[in-house]
């Protein structure tokens, strides 16, 4: 069967082929069509050519028909899989041929890489739990003065996978041959006081949309829905860290975002991680909602081709 050529549409949902049958997806391409009509489109990442023509960015299909890109796109890629030298090359690309993004590749780029957020929000001044890390193949020797006991994650990872506590360094030195060698991993304190427990805050366009407690419920260190964990809605319930949770996504410069925050014992907040891909429930309307008019800001703004 031939390959059907890509509709012409100022708004994409833009997905990697692993997410595109995602629940949040399905529900995305429903309420964007019902919002937007003929002038949206979904598209797969792997249905486009990327080319130079003339001296020009040239985007394709997969038949070599010329593609008119979007003014606008939201963009939802698995992190653990993103790959600078594939997706990020075609956001890119977008860029530079006038499409906005939602969010940008940089953005994105940077969110798949837990330590590449912890340098540009430690920049900024926004608290951080303490981390060692390393260049090295080896990771045995960034052991000298971690945090005790510690949390260790590997730099990509998603839904709270590949994060164990450790006790004590003696701990991380014995398990250390089995950690896989593609990635580095992150040596950090370990915030006892929001053990099993973190408050997750979906951040659209500079506003705190959706709140949630997640709460462990086997004895978890983690809190993640994909490992158990219920998430009790609380908006409004913690102005502060709802407002350090929109400082975060800005600094990374994050459209839409979900900011995990852990609690510290004196009743202050500590960023853990900022998501690009982040997930919401389907009872979760005012994130679609919000993601819907941010789009429609754009798209009528002369600030976008």
Known sequence: MSELPLPEAE??????PTVLNSPVAKRLARDFTEAFGARFAVVSTDRLLLGVTGGKLALYDLTGRPV????LAVVRLAMTSLSSDREITLLRQ???MGTALINPAESILTCANKFWQLQQLAEAGLPVPDTRTYTD???????????EPCVVKAVRG?????VFLAPDAATVADVQG???????FLFQRYVRHSHGRDLRVIVVDGRPVATGLRTSSNGLMQSNVTLGGTVEPCPGRYPAAEQL???????????????DLLFEEDGTFTVCEVNANVRWGARVTQVTDALIA???DRLTSRQIR
Do not use: K
Request: charged share 15%.
């Open 94 to 96: 977008l860029q530079a």
């Open 294 to 296: 941010a789009c429609a």
């Open 245 to 259: 949770a929109v400082r975060a996504a800005e600094q990374i410069g994050l459209v839409l975002a979900g900011v």
């Open 137 to 147: 193949t080896r990771p045995d020797r960034a052991l000298v003065g971690i945090p």
């Open 178 to 184: 089995s950690l896989r060698p593609d990635v580095p």
């Open 11 to 16: 708004l994409w949902l833009l997905l990697g």
């Open 158 to 162: 998603s839904g709270g996978h590949r």
């Open 68 to 71: 008119t890109p979007p003014r």
